[in-house]
Each structure stands twice: as C-alpha cells, then as structure tokens.
C-alpha cells in the first residue's frame, strides 16, 4: 500500500469559511478539517481506511475501540488523498475489488461518500457503520429506543435480539423503507448535536431489495452508538446484489435539528472523477400517468434492471416522474401500497424524457367476502402495528391464537398476521352463505407476503381438502421476528369445486404446511398474511 501526495489547499483557494480547510498528512494519519463553523475534523487510517477520529466542536465522537468504516474494515488498500480545485478534499481508498470514496466540501460539517465495487465484500454484505461514542450520542432517530440494546440482561434469539428493561429490542428494529429513509441520525438531547445518515435519489440505485426492503440504521449497543448506511446484504434478500457505484451519500453533523437528505445536493460529484458516478446530464427521466390501482392506497413505480433501481410515489391523479436514471432497459412496476398490480418494460435515454402510461390489470370476479387489504402488508392484522419495532415473544404483544374470524362481525384484530407451523394455527374463519351465494365453484384466495422454511398456507373448507400448493422460493435468512414483513409476496388460489360450498354456515381453516416445528418464533415454518378472499 502507499500514500500518494497530498495536494493541500493553498491561501488562493481556501474557503470563505475557514481558511484551516484542507488535507495534512503524519505518519499513517490522513487528517481532513472541514473548514466549518461549527468545526468538523477528521482522521483517517492510511492504512486500513478507518477513521480513527471525528472531532466535532472539538469534541471526539469517534468511539476509540473500534473504527468507523466501509463492512468490516478493508484491513489494507491503496489510498490518495488530493484537494480538486480547492473546495473539496477528497481521499480514495482502494482495493482490487472496492473503491470507496470520503469528499468533504469547503464549509461543510458533513463527509459525502460513494463505494464502487466489481465484487461483494468477503463478509457477504455492504455496509458504511459510524461508530461513536454512546455517551456522546445516546439516542437514536427517527424511531427511539426500540433498537437501543444497551442494558440488555438476555437474549430472545441469537445474538441480536435483546431483553431491556422488560421490552424486546433489536439493531432490526431501527429500519425503514428505502422508499421513505432519507435521514436517520443518533444523537443528545443537550444541546441537540446528532450524526445523521443523508441519503438522496442517488444513494440506493446500486442497492438491493427494491423500495419496501428495510435494512439495519442505528443501534446504541452499550459500548458503541452504531449509524449504517446500509446498501445490500443477506437480511431477506430478494435480489441479486448490484455491482457499481453505491452513493453518493453523507454522514452530517449539526447542533440545529436535523438535516435533510432528500434534497441533499450531491451533483458536485460529476467534477470529482467518482468511478461509476453519471451526472445529471447523462441521465434520462420516465414520465406518465398510472391508472387501475386503488386510490386508496398510495400509489408506487419502481424500475429496476441489474444495474440500477429507482422508484418514486404518483400523486393523487396517478401521475409521475421517475428520479433521473441511468439509460438502460428497465422494468417499470406499478404498487398499490405494496401489493404488484402490473408490470412493462420502458428504455431510457440520456438527456430525454420518456412517456410510458401504466394501467393496474382488472379482474372479473365476485367477491363472497375480503379479510384485509390487498396492499402487499399484513395492515390492520394482530401485532402487525407493533411486529417492526419488537419481537413476536415481547410481552406488549397480544396473544398469537389461535384465532377465528366471523365474516361480518369480528374486527381485523381478530386475524393474526403471522401463522407458526405447530404453534398459532389453524386459523378459523366463519361465514353465512345464500343458497344462491352457495351455488356452483368458488376460489379461496390467501395472500401472503414473506415466508420462512417453505412456510405456505394449507387450507380445509367445511370437509374439503384442496391440494398443498409446492413450496415458495425461500429466502435463507430470519424475517418476522426481525421486524420484516415483506418478501416475494406469494399469492395461493385454491380451488373449491361445486358442492364444497353449503347454504348457512361454513367453516375455513387455514394453517401452515411444511417441514417440522422447531422454536415457535424463528425456527419454525411461518408466513405473514396479506389478505383473504372467497370469490368466483
């Protein structure tokens, strides 16, 4: 490994700000000052691509134990540091298969990042972690305490589900849509200082998961304050990993609320031969209307291809225009909610404008009764409200069943959003049926939308034993009891031949086929509920 020279900021180009801007270099130590008037400085190991210090008003937030860096550390690279035209300083650090990237702008408490990669790093995920000092900044935003696992006195199941104070918290519990994270910070209540993750349109193209996949974003752990960026990993993965450029994105520091990372200006990249960034002026947009899907729900397109993906919320008319996009060939997508109503292909150009309308598919049926939105989320079931921020076990949980619903009568609350193989099922549904209504086939529809451990419904209607339908893709890593909920989202229609259907009341029972039971929350086979319906 060596270090190549610094080119440090001179007096005719220093910043209005401060005139401390700039890169110095001693011994292994690559130190950055911002600049700033609210003083940022930062340090650097040439050796590993750690920092070692993050000095913030003067005060060191770096926790010295560990470092802050890219996965589990690069442990050696190739590293320079140069200072473009005198308003940003940037240092590179590279290994045969990742570049990563740290550029502070002339004034700013604030260090943009990017990591390009051409393979996935040995640990098996990519991540960005801050590590700081949890006396410095204990708390965490946007979603409390509920991830803060300092304190713990047991643990629920392997080695990241913890007992606090009587309540279930989780690293897990901190997450948020991608669709929706765009800031998420630790911080004090003192004086209101907090490192925050910024995150814009950019900062997700080279992820994985799509816009409803909810990764890892803070946790006080008791000896550390954790703050990820996190851009793929194993945690319910549904796609293969995207190689390229992951970013750009920021880790900001302030003492006047919390930044804004949607709007977070990170054009200036174009200027900084970033490997793999492509400016605004290289990138095309997909405009249209989105028509079919309720309007009741918000309405998502997504596009995605190997390279890239990118998504965008319609408005209320069913309009859109996606972010700016690399060209390419893509899948354009159309949500409501969460629940896929219709899919195309569209190509976008550099520099235009493409049209590409999308209509939901319609189909004719009638409904005998609906359990639930078809939304793509187990909303309203029981627990669902509380299943992202604790464990299926944790005692504010309401009992798991199991449960029977009555068609007509009984509340949502009366359905479980999760079924456990040998340990809540079966599930009973009760229904009053016309003669009329009673006549002639019928299909039994059970929406789901994450499995685990082939988890998939088995059904019994009055006597009547439809077929087990074959085992859904799996996807080899825990989810509900990892505040999870979505994965490939299947959707199992079971046939009910005439004459399996009675005038009066009828019974369904629905329950989980598959492998043998193990630990009712984390081992067993499982599914969580999308909606239920009986229709012909």
Known sequence: MFLQSALLATAAF???ASAAFGITTSGSNIVVDAGSDNALKFTVNSGSCDITSIL???EELQYQSTASHI???LGSATYGTNNPRGQYAKITCTTS???HYMVVKSGEATIYMATYTTAEPSVGELRFIARLQPSKLPLEQPFGVVS???GSSSTVEGSDVFVVSGQTRSKFYSSERFIDDYVHCV??????????????SYSYEGSSGGPFFRDINSNNAGDSTNLYFYMNSGHVQTESYRMGLHGPYALAFSRSGTPTGKTMDTTFFADLGITGYVAASGRGTVTGTATGASSSFPIVLHWYNSAAQYWVYADSSGKFTSPAMKPGTYTQVLYQDELKVASSSVTVSAGKATTANIAATTESKTTLWKIGDWDGQPTGFRNAANQLRMHPSDSRM???GPLTYTVGSSSLDSVPMALWKGYNGPFTIKFTLTSAQASGAATLRVGTTLSFAGGRPSVVINSYTPATPAAPTKIDSRGVTRGAYRGFGEIYNFAIPSGNLVSGSNTVTIDVASGSTGDPWYLSPNY???AIELYR
């Open 187 to 200: 911080y004090r209540d003192s004086d209101a200082i907090r490192a925050c993750m910024l995150l814009n």
């Open 14 to 16: 220093a910043s209005s």
């Open 528 to 530: 969580i509920l999308d």
């Open 148 to 150: 803060t696992t300092s």
């Open 71 to 73: 996965s589990s550390g």
């Open 398 to 400: 309401s009992s798991w």
């Open 56 to 58: 913030y008003r003067g």
């Open 97 to 99: 298969t990742l570049t």
